[in-house]
């Protein structure tokens, strides 16, 4: 009997009857499967619910969803399989009209033959039958130097699900309900200690809140500061689009402040209400803040303005150890902004603020408007990596791989490039590359293109190569690319060897594949 | 010996143990333990972690444990039950004081309050016992009746743990990059053909943003509209507060528009720029949305309107089929709204927006400025559950349960409060409950406080009682507790039987258990 058989009751499916009509419940039913098969609601092979369980949902006797299947079976519109219940036919005419394979299909939906009277048909099961799919996003070019990106293959994958599995088996049910809009505490209390150890932050875990990663962070930030009237923040230039756009959409003015070879400006800050800065490893040029800088803009900070910190590749020196966060000096006048984008994998979409207390409040109030907290199965996740000591190992094993793709980077522009400059390589996950020649960018960018080769923030005098995504034979091969493109386009000799990034072309959004609606940004 | 043949775990309960003190460590845990009791932590009959769980949380021998449990066992703290482990025992000061049953306890709590702040326990899912620790969030009181909560302990942990394993073997490594911000695509075609089969709603993938549950997606579609000009939107009287604060903090006008038996008073809506609706299930009232004003609210949205409809627990019908979505009959007027959150968890922080063609890249566009899009292993996950059929099968046993938790409580009802009127329990998760007289809503919180009881939504007429998260017992013996409150609270006749609930104490957040800080509010 159709249907009947299956342990699994199938998919939901929605069927509207009005009991009102003159028409039998029946002859709605067999119309609005009908309907659906038609409409493609039902695709071809999808599984149909058991009839009990049909029944169940229109509140009919399982005898009338029984007959309807049956009259449906008969018309073609569905199949049976012996033990496995009924099925959307392979043709969505059946048998009544059309006789052909109504759709051509596409890799995802198996197809079964076509279908006469009732006999048996290939279904598919419902996990592939799905014929309305949508495109899954285009893999990068074959060479993509986008500079903030990791070595994504070495992502825990294993760990990670070991440690959601613990999670999941220990967790009282209530925890499922809605989370602190703060984040759990258990990552909280877990980020403290991780960031006092490694980077000298004070940071109780009443200080810290959760957000969906570092830019979330700067725009509840910003709103929380632009509640209490207008509100500027000074940011590095050159800095990341991404970052200014998002402070600004959530309601500060933007005030530009340069980068020289000591760092921010830091007498340009002036009135600011805060400043945006990357002290250990300025983005994009790679500077450090100068020890004379990093006292001045401490006390600006101390002396009423706000320093927001970004500590974005914290944990990727090389040739030096570890500058100290500026936040450790000035708990109180100094917000921590951190994620794992960098360390574990951007689309995790996780990252925290450690605030001076005076801004905890506000900002979980912003946080709860917004989105009524972050995931907690993904966060308690990321506590338990940390507390097994999982994170840790794989921030080794990260460094470790990321040094070497720093070498051998190096290493392809000596041998491809022996002019250019490579600046900033203590740290991070790109080089800054001051170009031997002036350059047309745009010219650059296309001979880039058609060599499958994309780079970022270029300007006529510089580009960004990042490496840390790349084996060395890639960076190799990548680099070679890149010269025979630079021999192309030509260009003057190159008068000044010092240059900072200036993006001009395919500027630093964290972004690149998405196509981001224009007119909005 | 105590806790040491159950299967199941029992809930957690850490006790924070100092290595440095003097103290032994089992004389530590015994006094956290009694204090737990004391306190109430551990409610009277709570089953306890098996002392081999217990032992493993806390990293201590099992033979500590077990002899723990033994002295609480002969001090009258905690009983043991041959072949069902050890519970808290019936009287909440054990030998020393009251010596009376506080509850009949045994059967009637299914799992105990697990954890809760303060200095003696502190609950981290299976991480030992840091000192160093945020404030887990307190358990909820033995009845917490919120109406917006489904039953948490039937969230398919193994299923969800083995779908992140599925997506995590076959990932590439770009997809851990920074993700599409409109949604992963796989979720984006599973909830395309869910919701067109399930909902009646015409939803191409290319119309959906995946957003951090429905609050996300309101402020997101709040800040697109408000681009455009001074927008007004229009939301029932009475309605959910944390969808009205996320909307007029996004920077729009809010119109209360009255709510009858009908369903919202459409003739008000007038020339607002969009309405907030839940038409086939009011929040809170449970009314449906009668056919005229049905009619009326698709031609009113033609005419330039937009009909934003929040179908929070469409998936909970029981004594009729349901009602499709507006959606389908005007999917270039209409905003459909949904999430994870009454059907897995609301933890999970994952809920969707069906949009008109025209509003797509504005609220992309949003969402890249707020979080540049959510966390695309939890979406690939959820894509993965509903692809291998888990999440149907799921909802099957949710509204299974649900179905029979409401029999369970109207059941209650008519026993122990024969002169209630039960309002709205055709379909969702809880029941507006007209009391037989008016009350002083301060005075019958409190009373119900003081028997571990909290409903919300009340006013002087009626309540609130979330049914779904609690079994059946737990539903008697809570209306027992409302009865015996409401008699000791007393209040005249009550005059007119019909009761639309217009919140007055304990308003109907969707986060109750956590501290907000209100000045933000």
Redesign the interface.
């Known amino acids: 009997m159709p249907g009947s058989g299956t342990g ?10 009005d009991r009102s009509a003159t028409r039998t419940l029946r002859a709605q039913l067999e119309d609005g499967l009908r309907g ?1 098969v038609h ?5 071809p092979g999808a ?1 149909m619910p058991s009839s009990r ?1 049909m029944a169940r ?3 009919v006797s399982r005898r009338l969803v029984v007959d309807a299947y049956a009259q449906l079976v008969a018309e073609g519109y569905l199949a049976t399989r012996p033990g496995a219940g009924t099925f959307v036919a392979g043709t969505a005419g059946g048998a009544v009209s059309t006789g052909g394979p109504l759709a051509s299909g596409g890799a995802v939906a198996p197809r079964g033959p076509a279908v006469s009277g009732g006999s048996a048909v290939a279904g598919v ?4 039958g ?1 014929t ?6 285009p ?2 070019p074959r060479f993509d130097l986008f500079p903030g ?1 990791p070595d ?2 070495a ?1 825990p ?2 760990a ?2 070991r440690a ?18 703060a984040g759990v ?2 990552l ?2 877990v980020l ?2 991780y960031l006092a150890r490694a980077r000298g932050v004070v940071a109780g ?2 200080r810290i809140v959760v ?3 570092a ?2 962070g700067l ?1 509840l930030l910003a709103r929380a500061l632009a509640a209490g009237g207008p509100a500027v923040v000074a940011v590095e230039d050159p800095s990341l689009p ?1 970052h200014r ?2 402070l600004e ?2 309601g500060v003015r933007i005030r530009p402040v340069p980068v020289d070879d000591d760092g921010v400006w830091v007498d340009g800050l002036g009135d600011a209400t805060a400043a945006l800065v990357t002290p250990a490893h300025q983005m994009p040029t790679g500077v450090a803040l100068s020890q004379e800088r990093r006292a001045a803009i401490v006390s600006w900070a101390r002396s009423g303005g706000l320093v927001i910190e970004d500590d974005y590749d914290a944990e990727f020196r090389y040739d030096r150890p570890p500058l100290a966060a500026l936040q450790g000096l000035a708990p109180d006048d100094v917000v921590h902004v951190g994620s794992v ?1 960098k360390t574990l ?6 990252g925290w603020l450690v605030l001076p207390h005076r801004l905890v ?2 900002v ?3 946080k ?11 966060q ?1 996740t990321l ?2 990596l940390v ?1 097994t000591g999982g994170y840790d190992r794989h921030l080794r094993t990260l460094r470790r791989r990321h040094r070497a793709r720093r070498d051998a980077l190096t290493a392809a522009l000596a041998r491809h490039l022996p002019q250019a400059r490579v600046l900033g390589v203590a740290a991070g996950l790109h080089a800054t590359v001051a170009l031997p020649r002036p350059i047309d960018p745009l010219a650059l960018d296309a001979a880039l293109a058609e060599r499958s080769v994309r780079v970022y923030g270029m300007t006529p005098r510089s580009l960004l190569v990042g490496y840390a995504a790349h084996p060395a034979p890639a960076l190799d091969e990548a680099v070679r690319r890149l010269a025979d493109a630079l021999a192309e386009v030509g260009g003057a000799t190159y008068p000044n060897a010092r240059a900072i990034a200036r993006p001009a072309v395919r500027p630093l959004n ?5 196509k ?2 224009s ?3």
Chains 1, 2 share one sequence.
């Open positions: 699994a009751a199938g998919p939901e499916l929605l069927v509207e009857l659906a409409a493609g609601r039902l695709a599984a369980a949902d229109l509140d099961p419902a996990t592939t799905r309305r799919s949508a495109t899954v996003p893999a990068p990106r994504l293959s992502f994958r294993a990670w699900t959601l599995r613990d999670v999941l088996r220990a967790l009282p049910d209530h925890r499922l309900g809605y989370p602190d809009p505490p258990e909280r209390g403290a200690d875990p009443e957000t969906s990663g830019v979330q725009a991404d756009r998002a959409h959530a984008s994998a951007p689309a995790l979409r996780l409040a506000p979980v109030g912003e709860l408007l917004d989105d009524m907290g972050g995931d907690a199965l993904s308690l506590a338990r507390e964290m972004h690149p594949p998405t981001v609606p007119s909005e940004l």
